[in-house]
């Protein structure tokens, strides 16, 4: 790859040297060259050579324009693509922080209220069809950040973009270290049987 892009730069090199040269050499060929002693003469010289080379540079001068509008596109797609991930890795962090207080909470006796809940699922599928029955503020929340989380991980899944799918792959590990798959796992399948819309490739856990 790196060798292909050195010999494109030489040739184009060589083309232009060739472009600004040719013209001279011809012209030599065919008049001479010299210090002449009239006017004429150089005018003559001056109206031939600008003529050619006017719209040879002006070619010139229209790619040069034409890659650097195409450098400043890549810079400025780069700088957004770094700033969206940067901010993504903040959002992140703060919907899995709200998911692991929630998870934190206990009762009376020490045990996690809504912990045990989710990870029930996990042992028995059948327990979403009586999922409105064991409901609860607890879950609702854990579902508001889960979902945020779930769209996070949906914008960085871009196959065709090698510097999204790399920080996809970190965050979903991210994601796990935090929350251990387990967790990850159940709120994929509580959060699909509570979404409306049943699409489960939002379910990055859920096999």
Aim: hydrophobic share 40%.
């Amino acid at each position: 790859m790196e060798n292909n892009k050195n010999n494109t730069h030489i040739f184009a090199y060589v083309l232009l040297i060739l472009a600004l040269l040719t013209p001279v050499i011809i012209y030599t060929s065919q008049f001479g060259f010299g210090v002449w002693g009239s006017h004429s003469e150089w005018s003559e010289m001056g109206s031939a050579l600008g003529g050619i080379y006017t719209p040879i540079l002006t070619i010139f001068m229209v790619v040069i324009l034409y890659r650097q509008t195409a450098i400043q596109a890549v810079l400025a797609k780069h700088t957004f693509d770094t700033n969206r991930i940067d901010k993504s890795k903040k959002q992140l962090n703060y919907h899995v922080s709200n998911i692991q207080k929630v998870l934190g909470i206990k009762d009376l006796n020490g045990f996690s209220i809504s912990l045990n809940k989710i990870l029930a699922v996990n042992r028995d599928m059948a327990i979403l069809d009586t999922i409105d029955q064991w409901y609860d503020p607890h879950i609702s929340q854990l579902l508001v950040d889960w979902y945020n989380v779930q769209g996070i991980l949906l914008s960085m899944d871009q196959p065709e973009e090698s510097e999204y799918i790399m920080n996809h792959m970190q965050f979903k590990s991210f994601v796990i270290t935090q929350l251990t798959y387990e967790v990850c796992d159940a709120l994929d399948k509580i959060g699909y049987q509570r979404n409306k819309v049943k699409d489960k490739s939002l379910c990055y856990f859920w096999n």
